[in-house]
């Protein structure tokens, strides 16, 4: 019988299912979330087993019998030195020195890298700008159990395109790079908020100034024409987690993450239900993904000013 990641004492168990566990590898063997159901690697251990397992347990690729003895060079560390950098913004336009950053972070799928696990306490608040007008609250890890629901559905739907028979190599990698740009946009709506510490010599100004420009090219990007937010909620803040943390954004930054992911979920679903390799039947069948992830998403309908922009999990 097959050795499971379950019977292994380096499996730790992140969410429990009916089906099967899920989890992480604590020797980080497997990358990412999986489940207990899958082959154990070479550095199998029972739990009781107090052993290491060696540093790299898996089999090395050799060309015949012969390896060399001479070690091989450390391949070079990219770097540029900030002079080269001077000299090249010197030589730019402004109007030029935008369009490179745009053209490079385009070509990025953006991820933030703020950490929510200190664990964050209470509440979503949507607040109007007029004090007057009621609050719309979300408890904050229900906020994060809607994101990491789209996350599930965007990874199964990536594990049926990559094994789908008729799709050609390319055209995987293509749809692969959409349902990425999913991932992107909803950990940057789960995460994008939360204060990070900056590094040493990091400017804060010039640091504002890359992420404003990152939403203008990303709303530039929007593959449909882009929502209107409700008049109630302009102007108005977003408060993250309990009052002691202090942690709130303009509605409109918020309200601006919600479309992009929407934007990406919803071209997505065309693309899929468009692919002239998917048949009718398939294309539904991957697309209730998508809509299973919009269902998710309908919490925040109420902040669009058309009801036609809504989420729907039955479009």
């Not at 607040?127 to 994060?144: H, I, M, N, R, T």
């Not at 640091?207 to 409700?230: D, F």
Request: glycine share 8%.
């Amino acid at each position: 019988m097959a050795r499971t990641c379950a019977e292994c004492r380096f499996f730790r168990v992140t969410e429990e299912r009916e089906d099967s566990n899920v989890g992480r590898c604590r020797l980080e063997k497997v990358i990412g979330v999986f489940r207990d159901s899958m082959r154990a690697c070479p550095s199998f251990s029972r739990h009781g087993d107090t052993r290491l397992p060696p540093p790299s347990a898996g089999r090395r690729r050799t060309v015949g019998s012969r390896r060399s003895s001479t070690p091989s060079a450390p391949m070079p560390r990219p770097a540029v030195t900030a002079s080269t950098i001077a000299e090249a913004l010197q030589t730019l336009e402004p109007d030029a020195l935008k369009a490179v950053l745009v053209e490079c972070l385009g070509g990025m799928v953006a991820l933030p890298m703020a950490e929510l696990s200190r664990g964050w306490d209470g509440v979503l608040e949507l607040a109007p700008a007029d004090g007057g007008l009621k609050s719309k609250e979300v408890e904050l890890s229900q906020f994060l159990r809607k994101l990491v629901s789209v996350r599930d559905n965007m990874r199964v739907l990536e594990q049926k395109l990559n094994s789908h028979d008729g799709l050609a190599e390319a055209e995987k990698i293509d749809l692969q790079a959409r349902v990425t740009r999913c991932h992107g946009a909803a950990l940057s709506m789960a995460a994008r908020w939360a204060p990070v510490t900056l590094p040493e010599g990091v400017d804060p100004a010039g640091r504002q100034v890359l992420l404003e420009l990152i939403r203008e090219m990303e709303w530039s990007a929007l593959a449909l024409p882009p929502p209107a937010l409700g008049d109630r909620w302009r102007g108005g803040r977003v408060r993250y987690g309990t009052a002691e943390l202090g942690v709130d954004e303009p509605m409109e930054a918020f309200f601006h993450r919600v479309v992009v992911l929407r934007d990406r979920l919803l071209g997505l679903e065309a693309v899929v239900a468009a692919h002239p390799r998917i048949s009718g039947g398939e294309a539904s069948q991957l697309s209730s993904y998508i809509r299973r992830s919009f269902g998710s998403l309908t919490t925040f309908n109420v902040l669009f000013k058309d009801r036609a922009d809504y989420f729907s999990s039955s479009r």
